[in-house]
């Protein structure tokens, strides 16, 4: 008797192999990955200000955490306070955006699931004697920050049109030492796994006419 009853799920087996061998589906025992699983938060991006007070600033995205991806939010970015002296326009706007990515997020970016990986006290660096134009020094070392970090960074910087020389074009960081400056490109890879980024970018090539070293 218990033979008999085994045989309908046996052929019931059969048959559900079969079908899927009849659509072109191949059973497999090997776990397929399908990507992250679905966020339980919403993303959704705040309505911005038009403006703060009469606090100068410019309109830029910058790229926050949100359902283990990069989701771009848009600010008002004020002029750096921390940094009065940097005279470099393109490590002056880097600043504002490092400051804009340190700050704490609102209470409607915190409900919406948004955060942030960027440490504080991270600054922008006028660009040494030989750096490619564009260049951005930090006060730590690229390849030294969390990888989420770096993402962070690299995205919003890519995405300004200041310190980037277009969209899809790499952005170029260097530390504090006399370390040459490296390349790091924001690729739909790099936004949607933030952590897999490269820690360590392509060397870049030195200017033809280098800068004045900062001072």
Request: charged share 20%; with cysteine.
């Amino acid at each position: 008797m218990r033979r008999a009853r085994a045989l309908p799920v046996v052929a019931s087996t059969l048959l559900a192999a079969t079908a899927l061998s009849g659509c072109g589906i191949r059973a497999t025992t090997v776990p397929v990955d399908v990507g992250p699983a679905p966020s339980r938060v919403s993303c959704d991006t705040p309505a911005q200000p038009s403006g703060q007070n009469g606090v100068q600033g410019f309109r830029a995205t910058v790229e926050l955490v949100c359902g283990s991806q990069l989701v771009g939010v848009e600010r008002v970015i004020p002029v750096p306070e921390k940094r009065a002296g940097l005279k470099d326009p393109v490590a002056l706007v880097a600043q504002a955006l490092l400051e804009a990515l340190e700050k704490q997020l609102s209470a409607q970016e915190r409900d919406a699931g948004f955060t942030t990986g960027v440490p504080d006290q991270l600054m922008a660096e006028a660009p040494r004697a030989g750096d490619p134009a564009g260049t951005v020094r930090l006060s730590r070392k690229p390849e030294d920050l969390p990888p989420v970090a770096l993402s962070q960074l690299v995205c919003t910087l890519a995405g300004n049109e200041t310190i980037s020389a277009g969209p899809g074009r790499p952005v170029t960081l260097g530390g504090p030492d006399t370390d040459p400056p490296r390349t790091w490109e924001c690729t739909d890879a790099v936004r949607s796994r933030p952590e897999s980024v490269p820690t360590l970018g392509e060397i870049a090539r030195p200017s033809a006419s280098p800068v004045a070293t900062a001072k």
